[in-house]
């Protein structure tokens, strides 16, 4: 039975069938077999914690949002909420996605607390203006 020849110098890997003693390759030892190193780790990869892959996205901020109540609602309120708003992309940044998303949801919160505070404020002073018969 004849087996299929591959290219010269290559070898298979697999048994041919012999029919005499075993001789050397007239072209010598066969080339040495590339093998990539590879690092067990990538070091330009920020590590993410348990349950995010590496294309996971950062949470919303809420940024402008919290500064737009900071300026025309509730100060005070506004205030936090752009502080926590600021420290969700520092977070992300630095691989911490979870406090990033818990900074998130803080600053949505402080968000929303400011203009219900801005909005009941001015609903009150219209109101208060209106039985009161402004001057």
Request: glycine share 14%.
């Amino acid at each position: 039975m004849a087996y299929p020849q591959g290219p010269p110098g290559e070898d298979w890997g697999g048994k041919t069938p012999s029919t005499g003693p075993s001789r050397p390759s007239p072209d010598g030892p066969p080339p040495p077999q590339y093998q990539p190193q590879y690092p067990s780790q990538p070091q330009h990869q920020p590590q993410y914690g348990p349950g995010y892959q590496q294309y996971a996205r950062p949470p919303q901020t809420y940024l402008i949002p919290a500064i737009l109540v900071t300026l025309f609602c509730f100060l005070p309120t506004g205030i936090a909420a752009v502080v926590f708003a600021t420290q969700v992309n520092a977070k992300a940044g630095a691989g911490d996605l979870a406090g990033a998303e818990q900074a998130s949801r803080k600053a949505k919160l402080w968000t929303f607390l400011s203009l219900g505070i801005g909005l009941v404020g001015g609903l009150a002073v219209v109101l208060s203006n209106a039985a009161g018969g402004g001057y």
